[in-house]
């Protein structure tokens, strides 16, 4: 009885393997495909708002500092600068022109001045059209949030109007 038992259980094992294998497709040939992928480097900035408003509330309320005839208006909402990227990279700040215009009225660039907010104890920087460097971020494949600050300096004898300037955000890749 053991051999018929063990003749069984190889016969259907037999059957088994017969029945699956007869179900199953044969493989009659293969190809392989080599998969690249050729990723630059990349990196973007997106700021938080559209324009930088110092309002006539924000200015009257700071003019009660006024001291000989120069006050400063600080904004009161800091601005988001938000950088994706896979590389390292300087971040800059720079004005696209030598004052902010009313028509033919200017107030000089330079009385708008930035700090980044993380560093509360920075001290303030004065805009120009040369690029200033804000920060430099080594790390790569990051994606940061960095907080600047804004304050305007105001003459009292300022002539009335809606003055705007435009503010460039550079990002430049590490050497």
């Known amino acids: 009885m053991g051999k018929i038992f063990w003749i069984g259980i190889v016969v259907s094992l037999?059957?088994?393997?017969?029945?699956?294998?007869?179900?199953?497709?044969?493989?009659?040939?293969?190809?392989?495909?080599?998969?690249?992928?050729?990723?630059?480097?990349?990196?973007?900035?997106?700021?938080?708002?559209?324009?930088?408003?110092?309002?006539?509330?924000?200015?009257?309320?700071?003019?009660?500092?006024?001291?000989?005839?120069?006050?400063?208006?600080?904004?009161?909402?800091?601005?988001?600068?938000?950088?994706?990227?896979?590389?390292?990279?300087?971040?800059?700040?720079?004005?696209?022109?030598?004052?902010?215009?009313?028509?033919?009225?200017?107030?000089?660039?330079?009385?708008?001045?930035?700090?980044h907010e993380q560093e509360l104890s920075s001290s303030w920087t004065d805009l120009s059209i040369e690029d200033e460097l804000v920060l430099t971020q080594n790390t790569a494949g990051t994606i940061k949030q960095y907080e600047l600050d804004f304050r305007l300096l105001v003459d009292i004898t300022d002539p009335i109007g809606e003055y705007e300037g435009t503010l460039v955000f550079t990002l430049s890749a590490l050497d």
């Open 14 to 115: 037999l059957l088994v393997t017969a029945v699956v294998s007869a179900g199953s497709p044969e493989t009659l040939a293969t190809a392989n495909l080599e998969v690249k992928a050729n990723i630059p480097a990349m990196i973007v900035i997106d700021l938080d708002a559209e324009e930088l408003v110092f309002t006539n509330e924000m200015i009257l309320a700071a003019m009660a500092d006024e001291e000989d005839g120069q006050f400063y208006v600080d904004h009161d909402t800091p601005l988001t600068v938000n950088v994706k990227g896979n590389i390292g990279y300087h971040l800059e700040i720079s004005a696209e022109g030598e004052d902010l215009l009313d028509g033919a009225q200017g107030i000089p660039m330079d009385r708008l001045s930035w700090r």
